[in-house]
């Protein structure tokens, strides 16, 4: 036998060797005679009346593991590290998940965690047994608790923890369940500087787990405690899912350690669709039937599926959990991954120019920009913008206080109409006059406002003026209402779709490209007056009032003329799906 195949079977005889005296000490502590010995006087102190057997004594110290001796401490956690490596050695595991492995994790080898990794990622099958369930639960907790406790991720992540967290690494390297997770936390916040593939992988993992159950994150269990028992009591019998929807919707009264961490992990849930479980499995479908060409990372999927959730086809049960998505985004631009990345320094620039005066209320840094929108000046920013206000065409959920500031109105005005599909936005405007609340006006002329701003906001000309856009419009640039503009030059002509001239009769569109040409050249004849003050001061002002006259009448009918020209179309007969998007 060739040298190398002689030391690899040795190497697996021994890791068998390893894993079946492991687990005999697993179910019985007096069956691993060092690990005993070591932990004898902890086992007095701690566990005095836990009989031996089916792993009893080995629950009894992680569940007092802060409190062991040093030596304890180290021996129990390599007791641990192998069961973490290879599930055999856990024997009340195997007993549990047997058949449930056999129908989730058919193909998967034993060994490197490999197997507990499956069972993690079929959280919630309908397959895996309820006492299968319930180990699997609390060894993943146990691994958050400890980053070498993880055999794939502390190999993959092995250099970038030096790089990264080396203060917390050393501690972790002591082994002795002392660091609360503290490198694994270290890592998913610098995620962004983590260069090994597979090791920004595992941590995807790790923090999509988190943002499921905050008691996977030893840190946010222990500073959310008191917050649970104060606001959430009754939400635990709900399971982690109740627990966590509970502390979102108290966010502003939490303690600030628990705010803190819940907003952390709500954030990285709007950032990428694959640590926001609800959204990964309940759009799966749509994602692939809207999304499937964008790329996933920076909330572009979640965008996307946000963009498209008033779509005939989407799927009611994937529309629910991008509301959810949607009316969390409205509380804080830490929510908004576009907006927080591209506006910060048109943020602070508004800032000292006191344009936001309510920054740091619920939604108010978001409100501030799209307020703001036309002395924001970073291009990306101005974008990241646009798409929101797309969505806040759509609902009046996607716009921060809306929904509330107009809860009476609604109720009084507009019962039972639904709040997406832009159908919301018209009830409103159709009875604007008899609105009573004065901040809910505000909110529906400004939304008003902006849909005249451009074809790509504007919900319902978006959605029903597209074969128009396509046929008679093809040629007009997206902005500064080009494309609106061309459409209400068109309206009249034979062809034109009745649903895309309800659309912009809805949304006044007018001919709003008209009075911008107008006034860019009243703006350059400004311009050169000022350049030219000899000729003002020699002929005063009649002549200037003549000119400004006759430049403003020429202006009109040269842009009318232009308009007509650049936009004009042979007229056609349009189909109009129900289904037709953006």
């Given at each position: 036998?060739?040298?190398?195949?002689?030391?690899?079977?040795?190497?697996?005889?021994?890791?068998?060797?390893?894993?079946?005296?492991?687990?005999?000490?697993?179910?019985?502590?007096?069956?691993?005679?060092?690990?005993?010995?070591?932990?004898?006087?902890?086992?007095?102190?701690?566990?005095?009346?836990?009989?031996?057997?089916?792993?009893?004594?080995?629950?009894?110290?992680?569940?007092?593991?802060?409190?062991?001796?040093?030596?304890?401490?180290?021996?129990?956690?390599?007791?641990?590290?192998?069961?973490?490596?290879?599930?055999?050695?856990?024997?009340?595991?195997?007993?549990?998940?047997?058949?449930?492995?056999?129908?989730?994790?058919?193909?998967?080898?034993?060994?490197?965690?490999?197997?507990?990794?499956?069972?993690?990622?079929?959280?919630?099958?309908?397959?895996?047994?309820?006492?299968?369930?319930?180990?699997?639960?609390?060894?993943?907790?146990?691994?958050?608790?400890?980053?070498?406790?993880?055999?794939?991720?502390?190999?993959?992540?092995?250099?970038?923890?030096?790089?990264?967290?080396?203060?917390?690494?050393?501690?972790?390297?002591?082994?002795?369940?002392?660091?609360?997770?503290?490198?694994?936390?270290?890592?998913?916040?610098?995620?962004?500087?983590?260069?090994?593939?597979?090791?920004?992988?595992?941590?995807?993992?790790?923090?999509?787990?988190?943002?499921?159950?905050?008691?996977?994150?030893?840190?946010?269990?222990?500073?959310?405690?008191?917050?649970?028992?104060?606001?959430?009591?009754?939400?635990?019998?709900?399971?982690?899912?109740?627990?966590?929807?509970?502390?979102?919707?108290?966010?502003?009264?939490?303690?600030?350690?628990?705010?803190?961490?819940?907003?952390?992990?709500?954030?990285?849930?709007?950032?990428?669709?694959?640590?926001?479980?609800?959204?990964?499995?309940?759009?799966a479908t749509a994602e692939k039937r809207f999304c499937s060409e964008v790329n996933r990372g920076e909330g572009r999927?979640?965008?996307?599926?946000?963009?498209?959730?008033?779509?005939?086809?989407?799927?009611?049960?994937?529309?629910?959990?991008?509301?959810?998505?949607?009316?969390?985004?409205?509380?804080?631009?830490?929510?908004?991954?576009?907006?927080?990345?591209?506006?910060?320094?048109?943020?602070?620039?508004?800032?000292?120019?006191?344009?936001?005066?309510?920054?740091?209320?619920?939604g108010g840094g978001i409100n501030c920009l799209t307020t703001n929108l036309d002395i924001v000046t970073e291009p990306?920013?101005?974008?990241?913008?646009?798409?929101?206000?797309?969505?806040?065409?759509?609902?009046?959920?996607?716009?921060?206080?809306?929904?509330?500031?107009?809860?009476?109105?609604?109720?009084?005005?507009?019962?039972g109409v639904a709040p997406g599909g832009a159908k919301l936005h018209k009830c409103l405007r159709n009875h604007q006059?008899?609105?009573?609340?004065?901040?809910?006006?505000?909110?529906?002329?400004?939304?008003?406002?902006?849909?005249?701003?451009?074809?790509?906001?504007?919900?319902?000309?978006?959605?029903?003026?597209?074969?128009?856009?396509?046929?008679?419009?093809?040629?007009?640039?997206?902005?500064?209402?080009?494309?609106?503009?061309?459409?209400?030059?068109?309206?009249?002509?034979?062809?034109?779709?009745?649903?895309?001239?309800?659309?912009?009769?809805?949304?006044?569109?007018?001919?709003?490209?008209?009075?911008?040409?107008?006034?860019?050249?009243?703006?350059?004849?400004?311009?050169?007056?000022?350049?030219?003050?000899?000729?003002?001061?020699?002929?005063?002002?009649?002549?200037?009032?003549?000119?400004?006259?006759?430049?403003?009448?020429?202006?009109?009918?040269?842009?009318?003329?232009?308009?007509?020209?650049?936009?004009?179309?042979?007229?056609?007969?349009?189909?109009?799906?129900?289904?037709?998007?953006?």
């Amino acid at each position: 036998m060739p040298p190398g195949q002689r030391c690899k079977g040795q190497g697996s005889r021994l890791l068998n060797s390893i894993t079946r005296f492991a687990k005999q000490g697993a179910s019985n502590i007096k069956f691993a005679p060092k690990l005993y010995s070591q932990c004898l006087t902890d086992v007095q102190t701690f566990c005095k009346d836990v009989q031996p057997g089916d792993g009893q004594v080995h629950a009894c110290l992680l569940k007092n593991k802060d409190k062991l001796s040093s030596d304890c401490a180290r021996a129990e956690f390599g007791q641990q590290l192998v069961q973490s490596t290879d599930i055999r050695a856990h024997p009340k595991a195997m007993a549990a998940c047997r058949e449930s492995i056999k129908k989730l994790c058919p193909d998967v080898q034993m060994g490197s965690g490999r197997v507990w990794a499956c069972l993690q990622d079929a959280k919630g099958s309908p397959d895996m047994a309820e006492a299968c369930a319930a180990i699997v639960k609390n060894h993943t907790r146990l691994q958050h608790s400890e980053y070498h406790l993880n055999p794939s991720m502390s190999n993959f992540c092995e250099q970038d923890a030096k790089k990264l967290c080396g203060p917390q690494l050393a501690k972790a390297d002591r082994k002795d369940f002392k660091t609360d997770g503290a490198v694994i936390t270290c890592l998913i916040q610098s995620m962004e500087s983590v260069t090994n593939p597979a090791c920004k992988a595992s941590l995807r993992t790790k923090a999509g787990q988190r943002v499921q159950d905050v008691q996977n994150d030893p840190e946010a269990y222990r500073v959310c405690a008191n917050d649970v028992k104060i606001y959430c009591v009754d939400a635990r019998a709900g399971g982690p899912a109740s627990v966590k929807k509970c502390l979102q919707a108290h966010l502003q009264s939490l303690s600030e350690a628990c705010r803190d961490k819940q907003k952390f992990y709500m954030a990285m849930a709007s950032t990428d669709i694959r640590l926001n479980n609800n959204l990964l499995k309940g759009c799966a479908t749509a994602e692939k039937r809207f999304c499937s060409e964008v790329n996933r990372g920076e909330g572009r999927v979640i965008f996307c599926l946000l963009d498209h959730m008033h779509h005939p086809d989407m799927e009611a049960t994937c529309r629910e959990h991008l509301t959810e998505e949607m009316e969390k985004r409205t509380k804080s631009l830490s929510f908004n991954p576009a907006l927080k990345k591209n506006c910060e320094k048109d943020i602070q620039a508004l800032k000292s120019k006191n344009k936001c005066p309510i920054l740091h209320s619920p939604g108010g840094g978001i409100n501030c920009l799209t307020t703001n929108l036309d002395i924001v000046t970073e291009p990306e920013c101005k974008k990241s913008i646009t798409d929101l206000l797309r969505l806040q065409s759509a609902d009046v959920r996607a716009k921060p206080g809306m929904q509330q500031a107009c809860a009476t109105d609604i109720a009084a005005l507009c019962k039972g109409v639904a709040p997406g599909g832009a159908k919301l936005h018209k009830c409103l405007r159709n009875h604007q006059k008899e609105i009573k609340d004065s901040k809910c006006k505000a909110m529906v002329q400004e939304v008003e406002d902006n849909d005249k701003r451009s074809f790509k906001i504007n919900f319902n000309v978006r959605t029903h003026c597209k074969n128009e856009r396509e046929t008679f419009c093809k040629d007009a640039v997206v902005g500064r209402a080009q494309v609106m503009t061309c459409l209400a030059l068109h309206r009249n002509e034979t062809g034109f779709g009745q649903e895309c001239a309800h659309a912009l009769s809805d949304s006044q569109i007018k001919t709003p490209l008209m009075k911008q040409q107008i006034a860019a050249q009243l703006e350059n004849l400004q311009g050169w007056l000022l350049s030219h003050r000899g000729i003002i001061e020699e002929w005063g002002g009649v002549m200037l009032g003549c000119v400004v006259a006759l430049v403003a009448a020429a202006a009109f009918g040269i842009s009318y003329w232009i308009l007509q020209q650049r936009f004009k179309k042979v007229g056609y007969s349009v189909t109009v799906a129900p289904s037709a998007m953006d």
